[in-house]
Structures are given as structure tokens and as C-alpha cells.
């Protein structure tokens, strides 16, 4: 199993909220100077950055997601969470949490999960 797992529903109905969960099995998620991103691919498209949540707590969204994504942490259970409200089918995708040094920089990747949103 890899340093960073996703969990969450593989299928989501339209207007729902999407909710996945990446548990971080290698190092705490409030080490300096760590950003824990959440990256999404649609299908027969390229790599999306959706947002991340810093080491620090603090967050940063893409502007074309911002209105619809929300990403929290468990410092606990060494988990971050991502929430994605009023879902589509275009937001069917593979979806990624990663880490790295910055909010756009992904050093480790998991290994990705299928959403769909569909009815």
C-alpha cells in the first residue's frame, strides 16, 4: 500500500456532494513544509488541480472549483478530506491526493480513484 490511500464512494448521484478521504501512512500532515493536494482526470483529459490544504491549515482552491470545494484535515486520524458540492457527470474523474513542497509541486501521489456521477 502506498504513502498516501484515497477513499471515498465510486459513484455519486448529479447534485450531490462528493466526499473522498486521503489517509497519509508516512509522516504527519502537519510537517513543515508539506502542501496536501487533491488533482483530478477526467476522462480522455488532462490533469486538473483542485486545491490543497497546507501544513500550517491554511487552504488554496482553483478559482474554476473554489464555489464548490471545501478540503478539511483530521490531524488525528493524519487524513485530509475533500468535498465537492453540486456534482455533475463532468465531474466524473480519476481523483489523486498528493504531496509536495508547494500547492502546485507533487512530489507523492496515490494511486487514484474512480468517481462517477451518475444517476
Known amino acids: 500500500q502506498g504513502q498516501l490511500q484515497e477513499s471515498g464512494p465510486g459513484l455519486v448521484k448529479p447534485s450531490q456532494t462528493l466526499s473522498l478521504t486521503c489517509t497519509v501512512s508516512?509522516?504527519?500532515?502537519?510537517?513543515?513544509?508539506?502542501?496536501w493536494s487533491w488533482i483530478r482526470q477526467p476522462p480522455g483529459k488532462g490533469l486538473e488541480w483542485m486545491g490543497a490544504?497546507?501544513?500550517?491549515?491554511?487552504?488554496y482552491y482553483s478559482p474554476s472549483l473554489k464555489s464548490r470545494t471545501s478540503i478539511s484535515r483530521d490531524t488525528s486520524k493524519n487524513q485530509f478530506t475533500l468535498q465537492l458540492s453540486s456534482v455533475t457527470p463532468e465531474d466524473t474523474a480519476v481523483y489523486y491526493c498528493?504531496?509536495?513542497?508547494?500547492?502546485?509541486?507533487?512530489?507523492?501521489w496515490g494511486q487514484g480513484t474512480q468517481v462517477t456521477v451518475s444517476s
Open positions: 508516512d509522516g504527519s500532515i502537519t510537517t513543515n513544509y508539506y502542501y
Open positions: 490544504i497546507a501544513y500550517s491549515g491554511s487552504n
Open positions: 498528493a504531496r509536495g513542497p508547494s500547492p502546485s509541486d507533487f512530489g507523492s
